[in-house]
């Protein structure tokens, strides 16, 4: 399914009148209630109207409740209660990859935080592009695996990147086990020897993984507080973790206490740093000049 089917029709129209240029990078679409409509291409925050014609914040498309009801109604396929876990954490899953970011008014429950009404909605375009990883793939292939921490700032190509890392490695002439933790359901694969667990913490989904389907690869994605210790404890077993973190260095990722705890316990053996034009600077972790 296209996340062109999650559309409200005005948005729809707006979106396939854009010059095909910019529908074609699109990354990111946002829906702000009672404000302008938004999609994000080539870097850009773009404002189209109607028809699709760029213009400014004065002219976009403003987005009205009932518009933002009947999105939330697509995006939950009509049943909120069904996504009520994962909108607490402030995403909702969808198909191939997608997601949408949520933002809005919560209330505190017996059962726990709930979303009282939705207010921002950001609807994250996966994208497959099975040679984006190439670079570092082939160097994995050349000698021992090794643990690697994939950088860029938000928004930067880092779960497009471990796709294509995990595709790689699957596939071809000596295919590796790769296990994938998948927590907010990103990760899709179309083949391999991949083995993946969705909508578990990913520190959860790392201890499974390694117990029962014996991985050669860990890929996970954006390390978070308190996922250290299972994924210290993988690598004793022998698994090389791939996983990403935000910031525009290895300098700047390193501050995060996850990552530096994790970089401390040898898990990283290298840095694949995102570049804009789908490039990545790979170097090994020892040549980083981190404050840990």
Request: with cysteine; proline share 7%.
């Amino acid at each position: 399914m296209s996340w062109l089917h999650y559309l409200p029709a005005p948005f729809l129209q707006a979106v396939n009148g854009m010059p095909s240029h910019l529908r074609r990078q699109i990354t990111e679409v946002r829906f702000r209630l009672e404000k302008p409509f938004s999609v994000t291409a080539e870097g850009r925050n773009l404002f189209p109207d109607k028809e699709g014609r760029l213009t400014d914040l004065r002219y976009a498309l403003k987005v009205t409740r009932s518009q933002m009801e009947d999105l939330v109604a697509r995006l939950t396929e009509g049943s909120l209660y069904a996504f009520e876990d994962c909108m607490a954490n402030g995403y909702i899953p969808l198909e191939n990859g997608c997601r949408a970011g949520i933002a809005g008014e919560m209330t505190v429950t017996p059962k726990g935080t709930v979303f009282r009404e939705v207010t921002s909605v950001n609807l994250r375009v996966s994208r497959f592009l099975p040679e984006f990883a190439r670079p570092l793939t082939e160097l994995l292939r050349e000698g021992e695996p090794q643990g690697v921490l994939v950088i860029s700032p938000p928004a930067g190509g880092k779960t497009t990147f471990l796709r294509s890392a995990a595709y790689l490695l699957s596939n071809g002439s000596k295919p590796y086990r790769v296990g994938i933790a998948d927590e907010r359901s990103e990760l899709f694969l179309p083949a391999g020897l991949c083995d993946r667990i969705t909508g578990c913490p990913k520190g959860k989904a790392v201890e499974l993984l390694t117990r029962t389907m014996s991985p050669e690869y860990l890929i996970c994605d954006e390390l978070g507080a308190g996922e250290e210790a299972p994924l210290l404890a993988a690598q004793n077993t022998g698994v090389k973790l791939i996983a990403s973190a935000h910031g525009s260095s290895p300098e700047e990722a390193l501050r995060r206490p996850c990552v530096s705890t994790l970089y401390r316990g040898g898990v990283f053996q290298l840095f694949a740093v995102l570049k804009k034009g789908f490039r990545v600077e790979i170097f090994p972790a020892e040549e980083a000049s981190p404050c840990v």
